[in-house]
């Protein structure tokens, strides 16, 4: 896909959005791009996690979360999704959200980046 193009679906709200990641960043990301109108395929690997989403239930405390799960989920512009290569094979635009917590020397541990960039 050309540059313009890529440019062209985003200005239209055409570009799909795979967001990798659904925790309390990847989720209001993924939400808050749904929510203006782009569709949204969100990935992650608790299916615990992802069954909640689909039944349209948050899976943590934030102020007006609950709703804008529902909304986003019924309008079909946010579906949760359990296989990563079939999300960015038809997605546009990739957004990785996943951990990189500090270890006991103090240096980000990017396994969980690694994983995903391997994947």
Same mark, same amino acid.
């Given at each position: 896909?050309?540059?313009? &193009? ?30 203006? @109108?782009?569709?949204?395929? @969100?990935?992650?690997?608790?299916? &615990? ?14 102020? @007006?979360?609950?709703?804008? $799960? ?5 309008? @079909? ?5 359990? &296989?990563? &290569? ?20 103090? $240096? ?12």
């Amino acid at each position: 896909m050309s540059e313009d &193009n890529l440019h062209t679906k985003i200005q239209d709200y055409k570009a799909r959005i795979c967001v990798v990641g659904l925790g309390q960043v990847g989720l209001p990301t993924a939400l808050t791009f749904s929510k203006q @109108g782009y569709s949204v395929l @969100g990935y992650d690997i608790n299916e &615990n996690l992802l069954l909640l989403l689909s039944q349209r239930k948050s899976p943590f405390e934030e102020e @007006g979360i609950q709703e804008l $799960i529902s909304k986003c989920v019924e309008s @079909g512009k946010f579906e949760p999704r359990e &296989n990563l &290569n079939e999300c960015v094979e038809v997605c546009d635009i990739i957004i990785v959200c996943v951990a990189t917590p500090t270890t006991n020397d103090v $240096i980000p541990n990017l396994s969980y980046l690694e994983n995903v960039c391997k994947s």
